[in-house]
């Protein structure tokens, strides 16, 4: 997740036209290799390990990155708040994932075991209610100091 920084960072400067220092770029990449020395230490020891898993990861990191210059383009070119872009970003994914969800055919059977498990029900609620705590205070770093700040930090 810390290697999002650097392409988060390269379109922050690319697109939005964002200056980073050297100090920023330096510090940044000993983020990023510290945590791919990590990655490297794990694929030692992880049997599970697969390098089209790198590809899927890279591909993660780019979206990734996209999207929260995407948000810091809504919050802070446009003016939008905080509340507001969540309400429409999250708004427009229910549909989104609701016609997906339905497409695959997983709306029905989703319905049926939430409607008998209300454990699970509970348990969805609360992981609702704590990402969007985490999103907003995400987002609300990426409108008050810049997507980078909010990736480094989170």
Known sequence: KSAKLLPTMAL???WLRREMSAA??????FLVTSA?????GDSSVDLNFHPLGLFFSALNLSLAALQGNLQEKILQH????VDETLLFVNGLGVFVVLAITAAKGELGPSIQYF?????ALLLLLVRSVTF?????????????????AATAVG
Do not use: C, D, R
């Open 12 to 14: 922050s400067v690319w």
């Open 24 to 29: 920023k770029w330096i510090a940044a990449a």
């Open 36 to 40: 791919a020395f990590m990655a490297l």
């Open 78 to 81: 446009h003016g939008a708040e």
């Open 115 to 119: 409607a008998a498990s209300p454990q």
């Open 132 to 148: 969007y705590a985490g999103a907003f205070a995400s987002t609300a770093l990426t409108k008050e100091y810049s997507t980078s």
